[in-house]
């Protein structure tokens, strides 16, 4: 006589069995989880460059670590866009020349969202 496996508790149940994922089902959920990763690091990004902006605007504590480090961050995600416009202000500089930045990377994100979108 077969035995029959139980669960906790003494109940008399058919083994469940697993039915694997159609591979429409897996590349559907990889290609969202692409997406999602490519808007979220996009929003990092453009958050980054943000909060420098603002930090600079409003002539945060430059001897502050967390000023210094929103600041170092965003000079280096800003590539060459640091010098694109050269107005007097420093603090319209930076506003426009980050802002610009952040600009493109959203515009990017979102273009490489939807292709990957698109062709998955």
């Not at 003494?10 to 994922?21: E, K, S, V, Y």
Request: hydrophobic share 50%; charged share 20%; net charge positive.
């Amino acid at each position: 006589m077969a035995e029959t496996q139980t669960e906790p508790g003494g109940d008399h149940r058919a083994p469940r069995t697993r039915r694997p994922f159609p591979a429409a089902a897996v590349r559907r959920r990889t290609v969202a989880l692409l997406a999602a990763a490519v808007s979220v690091a996009t929003t990092i990004v453009v958050a980054i460059l943000a909060v420098h902006i603002v930090f600079t605007a409003f002539e945060a504590n430059t001897g502050n670590d967390l000023v210094r480090w929103f600041g170092d961050r965003a000079t280096d995600l800003c590539w060459q866009f640091k010098d694109v416009f050269q107005p007097e202000n420093a603090k319209v500089e930076v506003a426009v020349n980050y802002g610009l930045a952040a600009l493109v990377y959203l515009v990017i994100g979102r273009i490489v969202v939807g292709l990957v979108r698109r062709l998955g």
